[in-house]
């Protein structure tokens, strides 16, 4: 039985890996801009509300992030649990509410005379570098909880939660920084 779980985790840690490495290519591409857009698209005007809704999701993880480690240290696991699954789901909205944004829009940028540019791209530079990071981790963290591997979801945990905490707070400051500068 054992070995079926060593050979099982092994392979959902692959699984993890490329699912990781995928979404990490995707971002990269869209926002190199090498996906272009179809010739000649007009962006919908809905698209223009998603930072909002980025920032929103973000905060939201955030509460929630904060509420699940209330809650776990009060031994409240099935809430614990509940937290984390609309945690993660959230984020997966998140997700796909990023790249449909940053492959219908053009970019935003920060305007280079700002006093506060330094601030902003040291906060936005560490944002996406543990955006990258903790994806793989956060995943590994669902996989032993939800399979009750206690022992290395706590392990993982104790990286995977402040760095998830940090990029979905710096997430909400990156958007307040740059949404006066959008031009929609």
């Known amino acids: 039985m054992e070995s079926k779980n060593i050979k ?9 890996l490329a699912l990781s490495a995928v979404v990490l290519l995707l971002v990269l591409l869209l926002n190199r801009k090498v996906i272009p857009r179809p010739e000649n698209f007009i962006t919908p005007v809905w698209v223009y509300s998603l930072p909002a809704l980025n920032a929103t999701l973000n905060g939201l993880c955030s509460i929630l992030l904060m ?6 240290k009060r031994k409240q696991i099935a809430l614990h649990k509940k937290l984390n699954i609309t945690c993660f789901a959230l984020s997966c909205m998140f997700l796909i509410s990023y790249i449909t944004y940053h492959y219908l829009c053009e970019e935003t940028r920060f305007p280079a005379d700002h006093p506060l540019k330094y601030v902003y791209y040291f906060i936005l530079a560490s944002h996406i570098i543990l955006s990258a990071v903790v994806l793989p981790m956060v995943l590994l963290s669902f996989y032993y909880g939800l399979t009750n591997q206690i022992a290395k979801h706590r392990k993982i945990t104790r990286w ?4 998830w905490l940090y990029v979905t707070i710096t997430g909400v400051v990156v958007y307040l920084m740059i949404s006066p500068h959008y031009s929609h």
């Open 160 to 163: 995977s939660f402040p760095v």
């Open 8 to 16: 099982q985790n092994k392979i959902i840690f692959n699984v993890i």
């Open 67 to 72: 509420l699940s480690i209330y809650f776990i």
